[in-house]
């Protein structure tokens, strides 16, 4: 069976990019551990200060009253409730962007079209949250001896990208 045309180069570009990754996988990329270790403390500040001012809310205080000491300021399934059904803010969109259980969907395109700079708030401490635990302290358990090693899978898919 002859290849298409174009083959043998294509295959000639993936291995030979594949050949120049592994280099780049094995040498690593410098990565300065102590701006980024500042970064995750100055992140989890910004994430308290954060916190404390929506403790600070009224929409807090009608949270605490309503779920006690289950309240959990992470909980997006609380704060549907207490929004939606508590303090009867109108909820965008109606029953069709409610989850399939019935449940409010509080993400960021339902909390920003809600306007209380609560709702505002809570999804910047969301994304806050997500950078530092997704991935500032997910790229520091990558970090070996001042060195992250990537790894870029270019021969495991087929859309040609890395993984």
């Not at 290849?3 to 040498?27: K, S």
Request: glycine residues 8%; charged residues 30%; contains cysteine.
């Amino acid at each position: 069976m002859t290849p298409w045309p174009g083959a043998v180069d294509a295959y000639r570009l993936f291995h030979q990019g594949t050949l120049e990754l592994a280099r780049c996988e094995e040498a690593g990329i410098r990565m300065d551990t102590e701006y980024l270790t500042r970064t995750i403390q100055r992140t989890r500040q910004r994430i308290s200060r954060l916190e404390d001012k929506l403790r600070g809310a009224k929409e807090w205080k009608t949270w605490k009253e309503v779920y006690g000491a289950k309240s959990n300021i992470g909980s997006d399934v609380q704060l549907g409730k207490v929004l939606f059904e508590h303090m009867e803010v109108p909820y965008p969109g109606g029953d069709e962007n409610k989850t399939a259980t019935g449940r409010y969907k509080c993400d960021e395109e339902i909390l920003s079209s809600v306007n209380l700079t609560f709702a505002k708030s809570y999804v910047r401490n969301k994304k806050l949250k997500r950078l530092e635990g997704t991935y500032l302290r997910g790229l520091q358990r990558e970090v070996v001896d001042g060195f992250v090693h990537p790894v870029f899978n270019l021969h495991l898919v087929d859309s040609t990208r890395s993984s």
